[in-house]
Nanobody, 121 residues
Framework: QVQLVESGGGLVQPGGSLTLSCAASETRFIIDAMGWYRQAPGRQRDLVATIISGDSTNYADSVRGRFTISRDNAKNTVWLQMNSLKPEDTAVYYC???????????????WGQGTQVTVSS
């Protein structure tokens, strides 16, 4: 089973920066995509950013230009650099990975436990 280990959450003031990281425990499988989702209290879990093969990226409109997702394929690690943070960015951030055991298998979804990001004065 693949485990996603997240780190980097914490408390930051508005306008500040924070970097999240997520590492997959199994590196011998094929990870088609990795990304970050977030869930604020009373709200659904929403996409923040994803990165796929060829390092193509996708961002939520609310974070585009402020957040940057990057990936180290050799380490099966993904980072989320968050700049110009706003109070509305406060949420639990979840790492996600779509993983295949072979080129011909069906991808499965894996989730991290979540890391709290709080943006407040």
């Amino acid at each position: 089973q693949v485990q996603l280990v997240e780190s980097g959450g914490g408390l930051v003031q508005p306008g500040g920066s924070l970097t999240l990281s997520c590492a997959a425990s199994e590196t011998r499988f094929i990870i088609d995509a990795m990304g970050w989702y977030r869930q604020a209290p009373g709200r659904q879990r929403d996409l923040v950013a994803t990165i796929i093969s060829g390092d193509s990226t996708n961002y939520a409109d609310s974070v585009r230009g402020r957040f940057t997702i990057s990936r180290d394929n050799a380490k099966n690690t993904v980072w989320l650099q968050m700049n110009s943070l706003k109070p509305e960015d406060t949420a639990v951030y979840y790492c996600h990975a779509a993983v295949r055991t072979s080129l011909f298998s069906t991808p499965k979804n894996y989730w991290g436990q979540g890391t709290q990001v709080t943006v407040s004065s």
